[in-house]
């Protein structure tokens, strides 16, 4: 026991939310208590996904149900017809001793099964599967276990052994519970997202720096429908003081401007669903943040062959004069009607500004291509809101994060 104890000195204990860290005096591990920020946010829209998910679920086999319903009337109905059009003596030539003998086989089958058709859709929603994949403390992935409810396991990865180690030693000081949920692996990232294509419904990108190498394989690990959460702190390239080195990371070229925040956030969403799309999958944003230093993204990525078409719609390259704050966006493709009733992509028309800006008279620069489809969905940022003012006491950075959901439900 004092051995322990005079293990326990070197440590001092942080805590946040409903869980608590051992973080080594020395700090050998990264922690950085400013990002409470970020972890509150994420767990509000983790709530959101979960009951979302769940809504959608029940919808969808109500909606089965009722389909198989249907056909199952239609094709009694349709006996029922054949049954009157015949005759006594075609009734009598179907009703033979084979089905007669069958029929009492099956009947107590059929009364287990009376309360409980055997075409109702009942496969059970499984609870979600959660991956960090930059666990470090394992603060976030122990935050997620503790504090929402309904998921399964949450995996946590690091590729330092240092923190895998503080990461397993958190999960057991904060006890049995967390230790049935959290798993922590010494792993790189992106090898295990992309041996487990499909798999995580929730997958947490939080790196110190940009998380352009990860997007690649994070996209494939999502689940249909699935949430992928992702953050870049390479404000500096974002804005535009790097152009080369954002266009080599997010394959994008920023323009200065006062809107510089939403440019970022836009480079980022343009560049994760270029990576989707490279496997048949395409994103909808539901939150789209710029907080503190870092900007904050939530997207749910689904797989469409068709729907990618319209990616070259939700994309635009931007012209930013350099004189006065006057931008303009040219979208990448158009839509055009066809004979069939249905519409073909071509080259958008363009320019859509003259060679010199109309206000000012100055030149244009050019930036992008960026997203230039809405970045949230105002559905979700209604019921995150609604959810975090219920819970008001389970949000340490609460004043910060209704501030921003407040701002973006206003828009």
């Known amino acids: 026991m004092a051995e322990v104890e005079d293990k326990l000195k070197d440590y001092e204990i942080k805590k946040e939310g409903e869980a608590e860290i051992l973080l080594h005096k020395k700090n050998a591990v990264f922690y950085n208590p400013v990002q409470v920020h970020n972890r509150d946010m994420s767990i509000a829209v983790l709530r959101t996904f979960v009951a979302k998910r769940k809504e959608e679920h029940e919808a969808l086999v109500d909606k089965r149900n009722t389909s198989h319903e249907k056909n199952k009337e239609g094709e009694t109905s349709s006996q029922n017809g054949e049954d009157a059009s015949t005759g006594q003596q075609d009734e009598m030539d179907v009703v033979c001793e084979k089905e007669l003998n069958k029929a009492e086989d099956q009947i107590e089958d059929l009364s287990k099964e009376a309360t409980k058709p055997s075409w109702k859709v009942t496969r059970e929603l499984k609870p979600p599967l959660v991956l960090e994949a930059l666990a470090a403390t394992g603060l976030r992935s122990l935050?997620?276990?503790?504090?929402?409810?309904?998921l399964g396991k949450v995996v946590a990865l690091d590729n330092d052994k240092a923190s895998v180690e503080d990461c397993k030693r958190n999960i057991k000081f904060?006890?049995?519970?967390?230790?049935?949920?959290?798993?922590?692996?010494?792993?790189?990232?992106r090898i295990h997202m992309l041996m487990h294509p499909k798999e995580f419904d929730v997958v947490d990108l939080d790196?110190?720096?940009?998380?352009?190498?990860?997007?690649?394989?994070?996209?494939?690990?999502?689940?249909?429908?699935?949430?992928?959460?992702?953050?870049?702190?390479d404000m500096a390239v974002l804005c535009g003081t790097n152009g080369e080195v954002c266009y080599s990371k997010y394959g994008s070229f920023p323009t200065k401007g006062k809107y510089c925040h939403e440019m970022a956030l836009r480079i980022l969403l343009a560049s994760i669903e270029s990576h989707a799309n490279r496997y048949k999958r395409y994103i909808v944003p539901v939150l789209s943040v710029f907080m503190d230093f870092y900007i904050r993204v939530f997207v749910r990525v689904f797989t469409s062959a068709s729907e990618i078409k319209n990616t070259p719609l939700k994309l635009s390259y931007i012209y930013q004069c350099v004189g006065c704050d006057s931008f303009h966006l040219q979208c990448l493709a158009r839509t055009v009607p066809k004979k069939n009733n249905g519409v073909k992509h071509a080259p958008a028309i363009g320019p859509v500004v003259p060679q010199e800006c109309s206000d000012c008279g100055k030149k244009f620069n050019i930036g992008?291509?960026?997203?230039?489809?809405?970045?949230?969905?105002?559905?979700?940022?209604?019921?995150?809101?609604?959810?975090?003012?219920?819970?008001?006491?389970?949000?340490?950075?609460?004043?910060?994060?209704?501030?921003v959901l407040t701002t973006v439900s206003e828009f």
């Open 143 to 150: 935050r997620y276990a503790r504090e929402v409810e309904g």
């Open 207 to 233: 790196p110190y720096g940009s998380p352009s190498i990860f997007l690649d394989s994070a996209v494939q690990a999502v689940a249909d429908g699935g949430l992928l959460m992702c953050t870049a702190t």
């Open 368 to 403: 992008g291509p960026i997203w230039s489809a809405p970045i949230h969905d105002q559905d979700w940022v209604v019921s995150t809101l609604t959810g975090v003012k219920s819970m008001k006491d389970r949000y340490p950075a609460y004043d910060k994060i209704t501030s």
């Open 174 to 189: 904060n006890g049995a519970s967390a230790a049935s949920k959290v798993e922590a692996y010494l792993v790189d990232a």
